[in-house]
């Protein structure tokens, strides 16, 4: 993931926890806020040490912007968004994670919608 794409200013961690909006399941939670100067978006991840020590919380961190990378084209543009680790995503697979943040990045309305669905959303 491109250094230009990463949220790491305490001010901007600061300002989407304050005036974002936030989703969550049971392994992840979103915040994110619009911002015009983002482009194409911007990510954040947030790994306490309540979730393991520094090898796992690196590992998820790299995993998580793994996702994001390949998934950057279905991300809705001008946004900054925050991914924190909840300790259940510790015990999955990298599919099973995908899975789980696609989810909660649909659930917070941050991917597009694709043709497919809109196909389907007009019968």
Not at 42 to 49: N, T
Not at 58 to 67: A, D, G, P, Q, T
Not at 77 to 95: E, Q, S, Y
């Amino acid at each position: 993931m491109h250094r230009k794409l990463r949220l790491r200013n305490r001010e901007d961690f600061s300002r989407i926890y304050r005036g974002g909006k936030s989703f969550a399941n049971g392994q992840f939670v979103v915040y994110w806020s619009k911002q015009p100067s983002a482009e194409p978006f911007r990510l954040g991840v947030s790994a306490s040490k309540k979730i393991g020590n520094a090898v796992v919380r690196n590992r998820m961190r790299r995993m998580i912007k793994e996702i994001v990378r390949h998934q950057a084209n279905r991300i809705v543009p001008k946004t900054d968004f925050i991914l924190i680790v909840r300790k259940p995503a510790t015990m999955m697979k990298m599919k099973e994670m995908e899975k789980s943040v696609l989810h909660v990045l649909k659930k917070a309305g941050l991917l597009k919608s694709t043709n497919h669905t809109k196909a389907k959303q007009a019968d």
